[in-house]
């Protein structure tokens, strides 16, 4: 049966400033020229490109009291957050178009202020090679995209810890992730002492795709807002070289549909992150446009018969 879909609003976040590689900052482009608005209209929904938010300029300085560029990080997840709120605030899904995944500070602390105030319950779905639950004693670079999780759960920065009002903006109850396979020693034991729930490629290898995601699904109901954060390192290098911190041994094309077709028949996504595409490092753009054939996924499109 055909789904109909809320309408949608692309905000492009075009910055680095919470990477290690220059070039993130060309993903919402990217993603446009790989033809993400055509795709999203041809799945029939009402689309608006609000176009590129603005942001400060990006500096390239070494780390800092254990943060790169904390302050630009905070400025342009300030914008993201209002960006992002705005659009839920009128009814509308908002697709982030990044920029670094440090990005999913903002964007994610707007959907869980949004679902408190809705008396929704909010289940992240976060899609990624890494963790991102560093904060700066156990850093390995300083780069704030290896620690937004930390932050949404309360530990970093007040800055970006107390950026929403409310800390922390999530529970690691909330957080399913996905694809799991480099995470820093002293991250690790963050990650097990915050109990958060991980499907790492080692877990997926033994049980399969289909019942990870079951899992990480489970409890999804009628008044659950899925919010997708997708790290497009998620996706294993040979297929998506596209990103600044690969790691071999990710999901290959079928398994990456499949999250994909999952998520999409919930019915529940609410909002979605696109980061860490850097098309200076892709090869003609197919990372970009692999991330388009997979979000058509999300948005119901499926092989034979089942749309
Ligand atoms: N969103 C990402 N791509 N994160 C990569 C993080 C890499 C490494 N764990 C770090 O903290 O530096
Ligand atoms: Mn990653
Ligand atoms: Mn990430």
């Given at each position: 049966?055909?789904r109909?879909?809320?309408?949608?609003?692309?905000?492009?976040?075009?910055?680095?400033?919470?990477?290690?590689?220059?070039?993130?900052?060309?993903?919402?482009?990217?993603?446009?020229?790989?033809?993400?608005?055509?795709?999203?209209?041809?799945?029939?929904?009402?689309?608006?490109?609000?176009?590129?938010?603005?942001?400060?300029?990006?500096?390239?300085?070494?780390?800092?009291?254990?943060?790169?560029?904390?302050?630009?990080?905070?400025?342009?997840?300030?914008?993201?957050?209002?960006?992002?709120?705005?659009?839920?605030?009128?009814?509308?899904?908002?697709?982030?178009?990044?920029?670094?995944?440090?990005?999913?500070?903002?964007?994610?602390?707007?959907v869980?202020n949004?679902?408190?105030?809705?008396?929704?319950?909010?289940?992240?779905?976060?899609?990624?090679?890494?963790?991102?639950?560093?904060?700066?004693?156990?850093?390995?670079?300083g780069?704030?995209?290896?620690?937004?999780?930390?932050?949404?759960?309360?530990?970093?920065?007040?800055?970006?810890?107390h950026?929403?009002?409310?800390?922390?903006?999530?529970?690691?109850?909330?957080?399913?992730?996905?694809?799991?396979?480099?995470?820093?020693?002293?991250?690790?034991?963050?990650?097990?002492?915050h109990?958060?729930?991980?499907?790492?490629?080692?877990?997926?290898d033994?049980?399969?795709?289909?019942?990870?995601?079951?899992?990480?699904?489970?409890?999804?109901?009628?008044?659950?807002?899925?919010?997708?954060?997708?790290?497009?390192?998620?996706?294993?290098?040979?297929?998506?070289?596209?990103?600044?911190?690969?790691?071999?041994?990710?999901?290959?094309?079928?398994?990456?549909q499949?999250?994909?077709?999952?998520?999409?028949?919930t019915?529940?996504?609410?909002?979605?992150?696109?980061?860490?595409?850097?098309?200076?490092?892709?090869?003609?753009?197919?990372?970009?446009q692999?991330?388009?054939?997979?979000?058509?996924?999300?948005?119901?499109?499926?092989t034979?018969?089942?749309?």
């Open positions: 049966m055909a109909t879909y809320p309408p949608v609003s692309l905000l492009g976040a075009p910055t680095d400033v919470g990477a290690g590689h220059r070039g993130a900052g060309l993903g919402p482009d990217a993603l446009r020229i790989a033809g993400l608005p055509e795709a999203l209209v041809a799945r029939g929904i009402d689309l608006v490109d609000r176009g590129n938010l603005d942001g400060p300029r990006n500096p390239w300085q070494p780390p800092n009291d254990g943060y790169r560029h904390l302050k630009e990080v905070t400025d342009w997840n300030r914008v993201v957050m209002e960006a992002v709120a705005s659009e839920l605030a009128v009814g509308r899904m908002p697709i982030l178009l990044g920029g670094d995944h440090c990005l999913g500070i903002g964007s994610i602390t707007a869980a949004h679902c408190r105030r809705k008396g929704k319950k909010l289940r992240v779905i976060w899609l990624d090679a890494h963790a991102d639950f560093n904060t700066s004693n156990v850093t390995p670079s780069n704030i995209h290896g620690m937004p999780v930390a932050c949404l759960c309360g530990m970093g920065p007040r800055e970006l810890t950026i929403g009002g409310v800390s922390p903006a999530l529970q690691a109850g909330e957080i399913r992730q996905i694809g799991i396979r480099s995470v820093d020693e002293g991250e690790k034991r963050l990650v097990k002492e109990g958060l729930d991980v499907y790492d490629m080692r877990y997926i033994e049980v399969g795709m289909k019942r990870a995601m079951e899992a990480a699904l489970e409890g999804v109901d009628a008044d659950t807002h899925v919010h997708v954060s997708f790290d497009v390192d998620f996706l294993d290098p040979s297929i998506a070289p596209g990103v600044g911190t690969t790691v071999p041994g990710g999901p290959n094309y079928r398994e990456a499949l999250v994909m077709e999952m998520i999409a028949d019915g529940r996504m609410g909002s979605l992150d696109i980061v860490e595409l850097n098309p200076l490092l892709d090869s003609r753009n197919a990372t970009a692999l991330a388009v054939d997979l979000v058509e996924s999300l948005f119901g499109k499926s034979l018969m089942r749309d």
